[in-house]
């Protein structure tokens, strides 16, 4: 197959299934469809608009999506265009500083762990890089109108502009946002947590260099204002709305002038898109059904008081792709796509309730309730000078360790290492898959398995030689970092999978061996652990 963006679909397609259609080409479309793609397996992606959507919606991504992106190649492209974000205030009608977030320059993941963009900035990375995948196919104006599901493969009813064909895949991902049609065909319904608000976004293009908020929520009675960086060149302010029903009238440009006229004039920057957006709180029911998987919006949509919502896309397309990845190879069976709701859906969930309690306290419009939020959260900042912490929940069931220990389903740590050719982080020198990270004696003394380059596991001996294992790599923990986090853990190995997390921990060579021979019983199986 081929990238050209206007190939007609050909009956060859069901003569031949390709290994995943992907519904949807916004950025959790592309994110999976090259993870798949750069695995080696057949893609094809189905986006029914004629182009890219080319208008920003995400505003910001974390060190964690950073890296996914420094997986695919394009962490480097992107970085001219990002702002790196230190810290997120929430204030009050009159100014005070209510709470203030901060954000490492470097983070768990080995990169700043706030980052503001432009969304058609990644799109267009990413795009490029789908394209340049000779295995994956992208098809624009192509609607899915029908879904039918038989033992081994899926069958997609498409509208195309010669009319409408069939698609024939091994298995599909959904990735068609908020109002999904696989997930309506599918018949899976929504769990509604009940928070959803009318707000006006405004976005701008500088034309000079101008002195504004970058990472501002108001909370004011009198209008909920939201003020965030889109990058170095690009500027959002967003309005919370009475009604929807109030949008023709403030969109007017005049009146959206107005309502920036104390950050913003003409001569500053350029008015470029006003839109209304209902932000909402919807988890789906069922994520899978048979062949067919969910992700980002059209498995879940969340408010935007973390900046969370592209990220967690990502972190299922990661989940995903690398289950995916193993059942296509044929080294995993069909019933590991089973860990995948249960794994994710509990972290969206948690960050999705984070979400919905901030904006609460964002967007009160009683002035007494108000001004009690107010009282309450300067005396809790009164009472702590240090800025408050926000740490993501962890996994806790799914394809991990059937032993408790310490680190289990956490984010994992990256670090830069040295293999004497080359200094970087840890997956700019060894590579993505799954990573058993040790220090050397504890490898040169542990019985490993054959199987491990079959299941993908890459070997890094940390400060050692990996005596009986010829294809680890023998890297320097040059900044410490492992050491930190091993002694943090009280281990001497860690078992990553490729999608960050940690599968489990072990200490010595024995416990090592354990750890390992479990993750390939794991992924022969298919368990779920408890």
């Not at 929504?190 to 929520?217: H, I, K, N």
């Not at 004039?265 to 008015?271: F, K, V, W």
């Not at 397309?317 to 249960?342: C, E, M, S, W």
């Not at 020198?429 to 890459?458: M, N, Q, W, Y």
Request: aromatic content about 6%.
């Amino acid at each position: 197959m081929t990238g050209t963006e206007d190939a007609g679909v050909g009956h060859a397609v069901e003569d031949a299934p390709v290994d995943v259609a992907v519904v949807g080409y916004g950025p959790v479309g592309m994110a999976v469809a090259s993870l798949l793609g750069r695995a080696g397996h057949r893609v094809l992606v189905l986006e029914r608009y004629a182009g890219l959507y080319n208008l920003p919606r995400a505003a910001s991504f974390d060190d964690e999506t950073m890296r996914t992106l420094d997986r695919l190649g394009i962490a480097d492209t992107l970085l001219p265009k990002v702002r790196v974000q230190r810290t997120y205030e929430w204030r009050n009608g009159g100014g005070d500083l209510l709470m203030e977030q901060s954000f490492a320059e470097v983070g768990r993941s080995g990169w700043p762990e706030w980052n503001m963009m432009y969304q058609p900035d990644l799109e267009e990375a990413l795009d490029g890089l789908c394209r340049s995948l000779p295995n994956v196919e992208v098809r624009h104006s192509r609607s899915v109108v029908g879904l039918e599901q038989s033992d081994g493969h899926v069958t997609l009813a498409v509208d195309g502009p010669e009319g409408r064909d069939e698609v024939t895949a091994r298995y599909v991902i959904a990735c068609d946002g908020g109002n999904s049609f696989v997930r309506s065909a599918l018949g899976t319904g929504l769990q509604d947590y009940g928070f959803s608000e009318p707000w006006m976004v405004c976005d701008f293009r500088f034309r000079r260099a101008t002195r504004v908020p970058m990472a501002l929520q108001l909370g004011d009675p009198a209008g909920p204002t939201s003020i965030i960086s889109l990058g170095p060149d690009h500027h959002r302010f967003s309005f919370m709305l009475d009604s929807v029903d109030d949008f023709e009238t403030e969109r007017a440009p005049e009146r959206v002038w107005k309502r920036v006229a104390p950050y913003l004039t003409g001569e500053d920057a350029e008015l470029i898109r006003v839109a209304t957006y209902t932000f909402r709180s919807l988890v789906a029911d069922d994520w899978r059904v048979g062949r067919v998987l969910l992700a980002g919006d059209a498995a879940h949509q969340m408010p935007p008081f973390l900046g969370q919502g592209m990220c967690s896309g990502f972190r299922d397309a990661q989940n995903l792709a690398f289950k995916l990845d193993h059942v296509l190879r044929g080294t995993a069976p069909d019933t590991v796509l089973d860990t995948y709701q249960a794994e994710r859906e509990p972290h969206v969930r948690a960050v999705t309730e984070k979400g919905i309690e901030l904006g609460h306290l964002q967007t009160l419009r009683d002035p007494e309730l108000a001004a009690e939020r107010d009282r309450t959260l300067l005396a809790r900042r009164a009472a702590s000078s240090a800025p408050e912490p926000m740490r993501f929940p962890s996994l806790q069931g799914g394809l991990l360790s059937r032993t408790a220990c310490a680190g289990r389903g956490e984010l994992s740590v990256q670090g830069v290492v040295d293999d004497g050719t080359r200094r970087g982080l840890l997956d700019q020198v060894v590579g993505g898959g799954f990573h058993l990270i040790a220090g050397g004696d504890t490898l040169r003394d542990a019985s490993l398995p054959a199987e491990l380059r079959r299941a993908g596991v890459r070997v890094v001996a940390l400060g050692g030689q990996a005596d009986g294992l010829p294809e680890a790599a023998v890297v320097e923990d040059a900044e410490g970092t492992y050491a930190r986090w091993f002694a943090e853990l009280g281990c001497s190995a860690v078992l990553v999978r490729p999608d960050f997390y940690v599968y489990g921990t072990a200490d010595g060579a024995e416990a090592t061996a354990a750890l390992v021979a479990e993750l390939l019983d794991a992924l022969d199986e298919g368990a779920v652990a408890a």
